[in-house]
Each structure stands twice: as C-alpha cells, then as structure tokens.
C-alpha cells in the first residue's frame, strides 16, 4: 500500500510540475528577454560610490499589464508599486548596467515568481538600459528581468527534494537525545516492575485489542506506556516508547519485514491520537487572544474517541482481507 | 482572566515530565533497581533508533516534499472541494484536513494562519483547532514506526490510518457545530 502512495504523491507531483511548466513556456507568461518600463522621481537615484546607484523607483500598474498582461496586475493592491533599487553602472557602456529590485510587499504573484525562480524571493536581478545624466529630473528606464523557464520543476528539484531530504536527516538527528532519555528511563521502569504493573491494570481491554500479544509480553507494557504519554499530550516522550512497543511487537512477528496484525492496531491506536490536552493548540488560541482557549478539549476529545472506537473496530473488520503473504487468511 | 482549568492544564503541563522521572527513579532506588546503570543501558538505543529511521523518513518526507512543492497539493484541494462544500465542511479547512496527515509543522502553520484570519474563537478556528488535536500525522507515524523495525509491508495499516482520520474530521465538524451554535 505505501508502495503506492509513494509512486502515486512523485508521479503526480512530477506530471503536476511539468503541466504548469510546459504551459508557461507556452503561453510565454514570464516575456522571457523582453523589458519593462520603471519610473523614478527626481532625485530617486542618488550616486552610492564609483558607477553605483540606489534610490527607489516604482512601477505602475498599466507598465505591468503592458508587459505581462492585465491578469497578473489582479494581485495589487494599489495602481503604482514602489521598490527599493540598486544599480551597478557597466563601465564599458554608460547607458548599461546590472539591476537590483527588491519585492516589496504587495508586488503582483508574477514578480514574486520571478524573483523565487531566481534563488532569491526577495529580489530580482536584471539587466537595466538607462541614462545616469537624466536622473536628476523624474524619468523612466528599461529593465530586463532574468529569463525564466521550468521554474516549477526546479522549485520541486530545490524546495522539495534536496531542501526536504537534508531536513529529514535533522528531524531524525534531532530524535537521538529525547530518544536515548526516554529510552533509559523506560529502562528503569522496567526494571523496577512498573511497566508490568501498569500493563496489568489495563490488561482487560488490552488482551482484547491485541489478542496476539501475550498478556504479560514486555510489548503490552511498551504499548501502555506510550498510550499514556499520548494520553498525557507528552508527544516527546510517545515517540521513543512507541519505537520501543514496536521493536517488541516485531520479537513476535514470524514474517520479517511485514506487518503484523497487533503492528497495525497499534499503528491506528497512534494515529486516532486520544489526547486529554491538546497543549500545542490551546497555546496558540492563548497566545491570539482566545477568550476561553480551552474550550476546544472537549469536542477535541470526542472526536478522537469515537475514531479511537470505530479504528479499532475498521482496523479488527479488514485485517483478514490483507492476508501476509505466503499464509492463508484465517476464516472469521 | 485564566479560569482555573486553564491553570490546572497549565501546571500539568508543565509539571509532568519531571514528576513523571522523578516519581519512576524513586520507586525504582526503593525497589533497589541500580537506575543509573539501567538508565544509561536504555539510551544507547536511541542513537540506532533514531539512525534506523532516515531512510523512511527521507523517503516519505521526500515524496510529500514534492507534492507540496509542485503545487500538486493546491489541485487536490480544489478538484475535492464540490464534493465537501455538498457534505457543509468549509473549503477554508480543507487544505489543512489534507496537510495534517502528512507534515506537522506545516499543519501547526497552516492552523496558525486560519486562525489569525477568522479569529480563535470564530467558527473557523475553533474548527481548524479540533483538526489539529484530533489528527496525526498519520504518514509521518507510519513512516517511523514501521521504518524502526525494517517492515516494509504495511497490509492495512496505512488504510485504517486514513480512516480513522476521516472519522476524526467528521466528528469534530459535527461536535464544533453542535456544541458551539
């Protein structure tokens, strides 16, 4: 099954990229090589140094829909947009030189994708053709913005692959010391007889759930301990004691490498998340003045309840139409 | 004005974790259990554990890295989006119904945000608030836990995953609506 959630989240996303792209390339949405007239006031560019200049200089709305359309002009809120500029003056030809525009807030979607598929959201750099004798008096000046093509497939390449794959690595990374912290005191939870006791309390309802385990199966005590901290909202603490229920689960396990029925009770049990408090989200309602923050517990509550229930119940209903492999499905 | 239920959430949270250490490491000195060896022999698993999991973890963070980035995400939302306006679920809730099974920090986001617009006790943000406590990330669960033990034949687990977390959706739009008219 995940097989073909992870064929079906690439394929898609790779046809997905490339239908936008090829329909912008069509279309010439970005008027690759072609220029757009800025504006400056008089005085708006000051001389920074040898063949340097910056100020602010605007763009008005008709120059945008001249050069790209008036569909990509929706996006502003007002009729000019100004920006701050940085202007390096060639010193073979005068009238040449490279441009830096800084995105101000506000800019239509179409400069903001620019500027992304550039490396930089927050600036584009172009070539500008311009005269630096006229910037005292209010004028105008032609700015070629850098070709852009298959933005979408290298945003997928840059933001969603190498950016993520080097994120996964922290994320996990970052799981070793709260791992190894609640690993050792489960440890010693252990060791004391606490987790059997703690097993033993809920054993009932447990040795119903998980009629394949062994009531007095260390993993009934590793599953307990990771309800609670669920229960609990410990997320921190879940985590290490659910690897470890699950290590134990796969002790009974006659088939490496696939799932076992208690693996995958346990898994929904995970995933329906019953939580007394939901810390994280009465926290941010505290912080955006909420007037009652925690007044979400209950049909938070309720709501994870009744899929805890009916999961439980789905999950025990189709286990026998996913047989392991190699075994012949019980008869119910 | 904090009611004392916010202040008992408060101090439990807070309060927990180190009760919780504190109150197993005495049981366990009273039962004679040498803690400090048994501690530090339990945590030298969290190294492999922690390492086993990358492998499964870039992949499925990867691949849904890809279809976010892609915008293959914002065509989902939209092309279902008939479908649960018919059933009464807001359409505003709906990329965060879909993100919230597959990346955390983005739903807490994507939350954030719903309720900066809609107010934290509108409708809106009571809802998106119910969805991000009654959800998991379920691919994210299914990734780690399964990647820690090397299974890579999940049979039903992903399905009944997706569906308890339908279930979760119902219910918290029906529960919000009924019990905050």
């Known amino acids: 099954m995940l097989n073909y959630i992870w064929l079906g989240l690439i394929v898609v996303a790779i046809f997905v990229a490339l239908g936008r792209d090829i329909r912008e390339e069509s279309n010439d949405r970005f008027k690759n090589g072609h220029a757009i007239g800025l504006e400056y006031a008089p005085g708006g560019l000051k001389p920074a140094g040898p063949n340097h200049f910056a100020g602010t200089a605007f763009l008005t709305r008709s120059a945008i829909a001249k050069l790209y359309g008036s569909d ?261 | 004005m904090e009611s004392t239920f916010v202040i008992v959430t408060k101090v439990l949270s807070s309060a927990a974790i180190p009760l919780i250490i504190f109150t197993i490491i005495v049981i366990a000195a009273i039962r004679k259990v040498k803690v400090y060896e048994e501690f530090v022999e339990g945590a030298k698993e969290g190294f492999t554990t922690a390492v086993r999991i990358i492998p499964y973890l870039v992949a499925m963070l990867v691949a849904i890295g890809m279809f976010r980035a892609s915008g293959a995400m914002d065509i989902l939302t939209k092309a279902i989006s008939p479908l649960t306006d018919a059933l009464g679920f807001p359409s505003e809730l709906m990329p965060l119904a879909i993100i919230r099974n597959l990346s955390g920090s983005g739903s807490l986001g994507l939350m954030t945000d719903i309720m900066k617009v809609h107010g934290p006790d509108s409708f809106l943000g009571r809802l998106s608030g119910a969805m991000m406590g009654s959800h998991e990330t379920t691919f994210y669960v299914l990734a780690v836990y399964f990647g820690s033990i090397g299974v890579k034949r999940v049979r039903h687990a992903a399905l009944a995953g997706i569906f308890s977390d339908v279930v979760a959706l119902v219910m918290s739009v029906i529960l919000v609506k009924w019990l905050f008219p």
Do not use: Y
Not at chain 1, 77 to 83: A, E, G
Not at chain 1, 94 to 104: F, W
Not at chain 1, 109 to 123: F, R
Not at chain 1, 185 to 200: F, H, S
């Open chain 1, 72 to 332: 990509e002009t929706k996006g502003m809120k007002s009729d000019t947009l100004l920006f701050p500029l940085d202007l390096l003056q060639s010193q073979t030809n005068p009238h040449v030189g490279a441009l830096t525009m800084s995105i101000p807030t506000g800019a239509p979607p179409i400069l903001a994708d620019v500027a992304a598929a550039g490396g930089d959201a927050t600036k584009i750099i172009g070539q500008a053709r311009f005269d630096a004798a006229a910037f005292s008096a209010a004028g105008n000046m032609e700015f070629t913005p850098p070709s852009v093509h298959f933005r979408i497939l290298a945003k997928v390449a840059n933001d969603g692959i190498l950016k993520i794959a080097d994120t996964a690595v922290s994320l996990a990374l970052g799981l070793i010391g709260v791992m190894a912290l609640w690993l050792g005191i489960m440890k010693i939870a252990e060791a004391a007889g606490l987790v059997l006791l703690l097993a033993k309390l809920v054993r009932p309802i447990m040795t119903r759930v998980f009629p394949d385990v062994p009531h007095d199966h260390p993993a009934m005590g590793a599953m307990v301990m990771n309800m609670t901290a669920n229960f609990l909202g410990l997320s921190n603490a879940a985590t290490p004691l659910g690897l470890k229920a699950m290590e134990e689960l796969n002790k009974l396990n006659s088939h490496a490498g696939t799932a076992t029925n208690a693996m995958c009770m346990f898994l929904t049990i995970n995933t329906t998340a019953l939580t007394l408090v939901p810390a994280t989200v009465i926290a941010i309602r505290l912080t955006m003045g909420s007037t009652n923050p925690t007044d979400i517990i209950m049909p938070t509550f309720l709501a994870t309840l009744v899929s805890l229930i009916l999961g439980v119940a789905f999950t025990r209903f189709i286990q026998r139409f996913f047989p392991i492999q190699g075994e012949v499905p019980q008869q119910a």
